[in-house]
């Protein structure tokens, strides 16, 4: 079923496909339809974080922008959510056309600019979903906020999605906010994450919980560049790091259409790389910090390369787009079958 709808779908442009395919999912959870469509993954519980999550598949952030769609989303198998990246202010993001199919590499190139909602539209849905799952919810700044202004942003974001979420992402790495990607070296990174960290511990008693934070980082930095983000992560008292965010680098797609559009790409040409970020985190960790893996996921086997590469969960996009509810189920039983 959900080939037909692919056909179908990528029939319109991408971003077009993307809205429609949102709105019927979260019809379809409203009506309770989308558990009826698709075969649920066997149970496969983890803990990470200090949270219990019934599968180790989660979805990436990008997709449900403004959490619009999470009980439809959370139908179809997943065990945890990520929406967002949302910002403070409502933006429009990048000029259309910004989303692009590369279909014969199942990739895709976005170059969105954090196009949302904003916090109050966010926090509204995510009320009205009442989900009781685990939700992550992803935090970026808005475009025209300063990079050394940065700082306010996330702290904002951070206080009013925390009573909302299991557990929240500091997004530092998407291409398509101009200076962004500055955030996640040295100094700059170190400031953020230590006002992040008192925020947090205000935030705790504040509200009576904790609410772990990660960080999602970028697949294009060197070795070295990788090694220190995650001492830093580590020295700030963080919880988690995401790996990774889309890449700038075009390997696997040259001479196809499309594959000199300016933007992130996803999908299966930054496996590779994804998964190297993956195991140099988990080498320099050494187990003191979990890794949610994500990239380049099109088959269930490369989410149980994942979690062999050190990862203790992963998420899906690209590859959910292309292969449908399937592919968690597929994913799932992959890492289960992984040796114990």
Same mark, same amino acid.
């Given at each position: 079923?959900?080939?037909?709808?692919? !056909?179908?779908?990528?029939?319109?442009?991408?971003?077009?496909?993307?809205?429609?395919? &949102?709105?019927?999912?979260?019809?379809?959870?409203?009506?309770? *339809?989308?558990? &009826?469509?698709?075969?649920?993954?066997?149970?496969?519980?983890?803990?990470?974080?200090?949270?219990?999550?019934?599968?180790? /598949?989660? *979805?990436?952030?990008?997709?449900?922008?403004?959490?619009?769609?999470? =009980?439809?989303?959370?139908?179809?198998?997943?065990?945890?959510?990520?929406?967002?990246?949302?910002?403070?202010?409502?933006?429009?993001?990048?000029?259309?056309?910004?989303?692009?199919?590369?279909?014969?590499?199942?990739?895709?190139?976005?170059?969105?600019?954090?196009?949302? !909602?904003?916090?109050?539209? *966010?926090?509204?849905?995510?009320?009205?979903?009442?989900?009781?799952? /685990?939700?992550?919810?992803?935090?970026?700044?808005?475009?025209?906020?300063?990079?050394?202004?940065?700082?306010?942003?996330?702290?904002?974001?951070?206080?009013? /999605?925390?009573?909302?979420?299991?557990?929240?992402?500091?997004?530092?790495?998407?291409?398509?906010?101009?200076?962004?990607?500055?955030? !996640?070296?040295?100094?700059?990174?170190?400031?953020?994450?230590?006002?992040?960290?008192?925020?947090? %511990?205000? =935030?705790?008693?504040?509200?009576?919980?904790?609410?772990?934070?990660?960080?999602?980082?970028?697949?294009?930095?060197?070795?070295?560049?990788?090694?220190?983000?995650?001492?830093?992560?580590? %020295?700030?008292?963080?919880?988690?790091?995401?790996?990774?965010?889309?890449?700038?680098?075009?390997?696997?797609?040259?001479?196809?259409?499309?594959?000199?559009?300016?933007?992130?790409?996803?999908?299966?040409?930054?496996?590779?790389?994804?998964?190297?970020?993956?195991?140099?985190?988990?080498?320099? *960790?050494?187990? +003191?910090?979990?890794?949610?893996?994500?990239?380049?996921?099109? %088959?269930?086997?490369?989410?149980?390369?994942?979690?062999?590469?050190?990862?203790?969960?992963?998420?899906?996009?690209?590859?959910?787009?292309? +292969?449908?509810?399937? &592919?968690? +189920?597929?994913?799932?039983?992959?890492?289960?079958?992984?040796?114990?």
């Amino acid at each position: 079923m959900y080939n037909l709808a692919r !056909q179908l779908l990528f029939k319109l442009t991408p971003e077009t496909a993307h809205e429609l395919s &949102l709105e019927l999912i979260g019809a379809g959870g409203r009506l309770g *339809l989308n558990g &009826l469509l698709t075969r649920k993954p066997t149970p496969l519980p983890v803990s990470v974080m200090g949270l219990d999550f019934p599968n180790p /598949v989660g *979805l990436a952030a990008g997709l449900d922008k403004n959490g619009e769609a999470i =009980l439809g989303l959370s139908q179809l198998g997943f065990g945890f959510l990520e929406i967002g990246t949302v910002t403070p202010r409502a933006q429009p993001g990048n000029p259309r056309p910004r989303l692009f199919r590369l279909a014969e590499a199942q990739a895709i190139i976005n170059r969105m600019g954090f196009n949302n !909602q904003g916090l109050d539209a *966010l926090l509204a849905h995510v009320r009205a979903a009442g989900f009781k799952g /685990v939700l992550g919810i992803n935090i970026g700044k808005n475009f025209d906020t300063p990079v050394e202004q940065a700082e306010s942003d996330y702290l904002l974001c951070l206080e009013r /999605v925390y009573p909302y979420a299991s557990y929240i992402t500091v997004n530092v790495s998407s291409p398509n906010t101009p200076g962004l990607r500055s955030l !996640q070296f040295g100094e700059s990174l170190r400031q953020l994450l230590d006002a992040l960290r008192v925020r947090r %511990e205000a =935030l705790e008693i504040e509200h009576g919980k904790r609410v772990p934070l990660a960080v999602k980082i970028a697949p294009d930095m060197s070795d070295e560049e990788t090694e220190a983000v995650a001492r830093s992560v580590l %020295e700030a008292g963080l919880d988690g790091i995401i790996a990774t965010n889309t890449t700038l680098a075009r390997d696997g797609v040259a001479g196809l259409a499309h594959a000199d559009e300016a933007g992130g790409l996803s999908g299966a040409p930054v496996r590779d790389k994804s998964s190297h970020t993956v195991r140099v985190l988990a080498e320099t *960790l050494g187990g +003191r910090l979990p890794i949610i893996a994500v990239g380049g996921i099109t %088959e269930g086997r490369h989410a149980a390369e994942k979690i062999q590469a050190g990862a203790s969960l992963v998420q899906l996009y690209s590859g959910f787009i292309y +292969r449908g509810p399937a &592919l968690i +189920r597929e994913a799932v039983d992959a890492i289960a079958a992984l040796p114990r």
